[in-house]
């Protein structure tokens, strides 16, 4: 029952993925006994499975309060069949803040995370950049700003084959005391951590050019770069057409790897177990790649390697 375009946008996102991956994917469905059985004929029996949940959690609604009191929620049910193991993975476009609360009150913390990030995979000239943190958590300290480090690495070693992910700190310049104290320190935790190979301050004009793997920032500000990263493709594409320019599609095409529903929805790192998150206005196409992005962290046992990671992570990395 998660995000705007629900339900038809999830149905229509269970059908594709179970086309797209049809030898070794299964859906677990959640939601009011009343769709679900309106629905059950559309998806073959042997590939799908159904969970009722009579509740659902609104936007406006103050996340904590509201996973506590509405324990028969669709987000809660769902998690607690991946803490259950009747699910490996929980995907939701519903609030992020109550995806997250319910993820930490259900499945729990790994060891050495302060609080969890979400973390969102952005184009650039030569791939792909994760960013670290998009919205959890709008105030940062240097030790959570470092722990985002380790925890976006050993996700693109495991999930993307990346040997030696190259970290940058997101800041307003390149020297190493620029930004404050919080970033100042976390500059220092993360230029000594012999775990990461960390290349320094990356100014937001080195962004899209690649010049990290691994983008760490706080909340706030990573939750805004976000959204203009959402909001370019479309930007771009019609001033084309304002301009003749595109005709055939062909200039859609070619932006195609600025649109954010190409890459699906966003994990959630630090809890023990897979929970990814999609955009709120997220259609079909978005959130069927948001259970490509869950199968292959369960695939991989991206949890199990992040608690290894976490453990050779330095003590000493204090404030």
């Known amino acids: 029952m998660g995000g705007d375009a629900a339900p038809e946008a ?11 991956w049809p030898d070794d994917l299964s859906l677990l469905l959640v939601g009011p006994r009343s769709l679900l059985r309106g629905e059950r004929t559309r998806f073959p029996r042997d590939r799908v499975a159904w969970l009722a949940a009579e509740e659902s959690i609104d936007p406006a609604e103050p996340p904590a309060l509201a996973v506590r009191r509405k324990a028969d929620s669709t987000v809660v049910r769902g998690l607690e069949a991946v803490r259950d193991g009747k699910a490996d993975g929980f995907v939701s476009a519903g609030p992020t803040g109550a995806t997250v609360v319910a993820s930490v009150l259900t499945l729990g913390l790994l060891s050495g995370v302060d609080r969890p990030p979400v973390g969102a995979l952005f184009p650039t000239a030569t791939g792909r950049v994760l960013v670290m943190d998009v919205g959890a958590n709008v105030d940062v300290t240097p030790r959570q700003l470092h722990q985002f480090a380790h925890l976006g690495s050993t996700y693109l070693r495991r999930t993307l084959s990346i040997e030696r992910p190259r970290i940058g700190l997101l800041n307003i310049g390149a020297e190493g005391e620029k930004g404050g104290d919080v970033m100042a320190t976390a500059h220092g935790l993360l230029s000594v951590d012999p775990e990461l190979d960390f290349i320094g301050n990356v100014e937001g004009h080195r962004i899209v050019t690649g010049a990290c793997d691994v983008l760490v920032c706080g909340g706030f500000v990573g939750n ?4 203009f990263y959402e909001s370019i493709a479309e930007f771009v594409l019609e001033i084309f057409r304002n301009a003749g320019v595109g005709e055939g599609g062909r200039l859609g095409e070619a932006l195609r790897f600025l649109d954010y529903a190409e890459y699906g929805g966003a ?7 897979v929970t990814v998150i999609c955009h709120g206005t ?36 204090g404030t």
């Open 224 to 227: 805004v770069l976000l959204k």
């Open 282 to 317: 997220s259609p079909a196409r978005a959130i069927m790649n948001g259970i490509r992005t869950a199968a292959d962290c369960a695939a991989s046992g991206f949890t199990s390697v992040t608690r290894t990671s976490l453990a050779r992570m330095p003590q000493e990395s």
């Open 10 to 20: 999830t149905l229509d996102a269970a059908e594709g993925a179970l086309d797209a």
């Open 267 to 273: 994990p959630l790192f630090g809890v023990d177990g």
